[in-house]
């Protein structure tokens, strides 16, 4: 098994929802439940779209 796509995948996912909660927090007066849904929705579909790319 080739871990290196699953590690790439784990590092995109990990920087896009740290920094995209960051920026929400800091950017909205939303609720910081809201804030950490959206957060790890958007690190999902950007590992998604990498995934994707590589197939």
């Known amino acids: 098994m080739n871990t290196k796509p699953v590690i790439f995948g784990l590092i995109i996912f ?3 929802t740290i920094t995209s909660f960051l ?3 800091l950017l909205t ?3 910081d439940g ?5 957060a ?3 690190g999902f579909f950007l590992e998604y ?3 994707k790319r590589k197939a």
């Open 40 to 42: 790890i929705a958007l």
């Open 49 to 51: 779209l990498y995934r």
């Open 23 to 25: 920026i929400l927090d």
């Open 29 to 31: 007066d939303m609720n």
């Open 34 to 38: 809201m804030v950490v849904i959206i």
């Open 14 to 16: 990990s920087i896009t």
